[in-house]
């Protein structure tokens, strides 16, 4: 049986059942739902609106001028975020640090450790931020890094990371794994030095968001 509705000056939009199969009866919610939602099943023929999965990829910004990067507008629904790096490096010897911000960039209460991998290994607490860092407070100028850090909500506003950054010009590479509890939604992200004042001098970075 098919069902058509005749659009007021042309067209029409259809609905076909099976050519064979059983009595179905499908209940419509009783509202529209909200912007990007679907329709659902709850397996018994009743339908509702519910978030979908989605999955962003931010615009790429160029790393080669400026002590920090922004990311900024990122949706509520948003329940991972993954920051990319690619060849990038600063005209200083300050580690690469990250942080996040629900209205303003938050620069305490962040927890976890750092660590450097090379011929020696070392580890360290971090405080105000996600600091690629390790026991090295000085870094030279000439490394480029690529790697992720990824960023996943635990719930109640708290973000929990882990990421590495190999560098391309040494057998070096940093990690960082912690936690970081914001005073509210997440939208935005930044990317900076530990020192806040040396300048990104190459590469670029961006951010993929899902949710």
Not at 18 to 30: C, F, H, Q, R, S
Not at 74 to 102: C, D, E, H, Y
């Amino acid at each position: 049986m098919t069902i058509r509705l005749n659009g007021s000056t042309s067209g029409y939009a259809q609905l076909d059942s099976a050519a064979v199969g059983g009595n179905n009866t499908l209940v419509l919610p009783t509202t529209n739902g909200t912007a990007n939602q679907a329709l659902v099943t709850d397996g018994s023929g009743t339908l509702s609106f519910a978030d979908r999965g989605r999955m962003t990829l931010a615009t790429a910004q160029n790393s080669t001028s400026g002590t920090s990067i922004d990311f900024t507008g990122i949706p509520s629904w948003v329940k991972r975020v993954t920051v990319m790096f690619n060849g990038v490096s600063t005209n200083g010897t300050s580690p690469v640090r990250v942080q996040l911000g629900a209205g303003s960039i938050e620069s305490t209460g962040y927890s976890g450790s750092s660590g450097v991998f090379a011929t020696a290994v070392g580890f360290a607490l971090v405080s105000a931020g996600f600091d690629f860092v390790g026991t090295e407070t000085s870094q030279s100028a000439t490394y480029t890094r690529g790697g992720i850090l990824a960023l996943c909500l635990l719930g109640s506003n708290t973000w929990v990371a882990n990421g590495n950054l190999g560098l391309s010009d040494t057998a070096r590479a940093y990690s960082i794994t912690g936690l970081k509890s914001l005073s509210g939604t997440l939208d935005r992200v930044r990317i900076t030095t530990v020192n806040g004042t040396d300048t990104f001098d190459a590469g670029s970075i961006n951010i993929l968001y899902e949710g």
